[in-house]
């Protein structure tokens, strides 16, 4: 194998154009070398602008195609399962986006079908990878903050003002907040607590239908260590905001934009003694782009053989928590 690993993006859309197909690009084990959208036309505009040798109007032509290693499925998601399957069948390793499929069944077909195929299958969680999200983990294990009491992470931000229509389509999308950015509230969590969700009650706003999906999300959750867990989301907001808290007998952690690379971060950390506010400070944490660094880790995760940072079995964890939200 070559010692670049050369991609495919299958969902060639204004996500793909502005944060995969650059951070593919720059990664220095990764080599984009096709793009697909349902317009062949579009795709071999989209092929010239970036510099992509392949241009493909069909997901089947671009995963046969013998020169592609691995695929990153940014299509809406509606499409992962498929894109998952059809990749792994032509025995090419797959990135999907989140939420990693529309329910737990396709997830774990997903799953099943990459491990049999011995393809390696990663989920676009790139939020855990966060140099931030590290600290904060090391801090919780360190015992800090004693014994954490409560957990929670808020996303929000402006659908109305997206391109991606079909967000609000439960028919394409799956969900709606809950889906698209509830998720990474979702995963963050389980990563930092190490631990797992075993009890989820939702409130949902509008109630979702055959063909809408909810704009605002609340999921209270319970871990399987007792820690309860709140995580809220919404598509109607006047700005986009994230945050992420974690409140421990000792003290609290607490960083915005936490779903943030690129820029320096501060992990907010309060201390108490007493009933009192004894220690607050910040540390300014050096975040990088994070979709360049899943693209490079999961590079060399293929070139090595070893195991990927956020394999299929973690989305289809996520997913089952998402299904059941949705029965809200």
């Known amino acids: 194998m070559a010692q670049k690993i050369r991609y495919g993006i299958l969902g060639f859309g204004n996500f793909a154009e502005r944060i995969i197909a650059p951070a593919i690009q720059a990664s220095p084990n990764s080599e984009l070398i096709a793009i697909q959208k349902r317009s062949l036309t579009a795709a071999q505009e989209k092929a010239r602008a970036f510099q992509v040798p392949l241009a493909f109007d069909s997901a089947e032509q671009l995963v046969h195609h013998p020169e592609i290693d691995a695929v990153f499925s940014v299509s809406a998601v509606v499409r992962h399962a498929q894109d998952t399957i059809a990749a792994a069948l032509a025995g090419k390793h797959v ?74 389509d439960k028919r394409i999308a799956g969900g709606g907040a809950a889906f698209d950015i509830g998720v990474h509230c979702l995963d963050t969590l389980r990563y930092l607590l190490d631990d797992e969700v ?75 003694n007493n009933g009192m506010q004894s220690e607050t400070r910040e540390d300014l944490v050096p975040v990088p782009n994070l979709y360049e660094k899943e693209v490079t880790l999961f590079s060399e995760s293929i070139l090595n053989n070893t195991a990927v940072p956020v394999p299929g079995e973690e989305g289809l964890k996520n997913q089952r928590v998402l299904d059941e939200a949705m029965k809200a």
């Open 95 to 168: 990135i999907v986006e989140k939420p990693m499929a529309m329910n737990a069944a396709e997830a774990e077909r997903m799953v099943n079908i990459c491990r049999s195929r011995n393809v390696k299958l990663m989920v676009g969680h790139m939020v855990r990878l966060s140099p931030l999200i590290e600290r904060m983990k090391e801090y919780i294990h360190s015992g800090l903050i004693g014994k954490v009491e409560f957990v929670k992470a808020e996303y929000m931000y402006d659908a109305r003002l997206s391109l991606r229509r079909w967000m609000w």
């Open 198 to 272: 075993v009890s989820v009650k939702s409130q949902l706003a509008p109630v979702p239908t055959e063909t809408s999906t909810e704009q605002t999300s609340l999921m209270a959750l319970t871990f399987s260590q007792g820690t309860p867990a709140s995580v809220y989301c919404s598509f109607v907001s006047p700005f986009r905001r994230s945050i992420i808290e974690v409140i421990g007998q000792d003290g609290v952690l607490s960083a915005e934009n936490f779903t943030s690379g690129n820029m320096t971060l501060p992990l907010k950390i309060v201390l108490g």
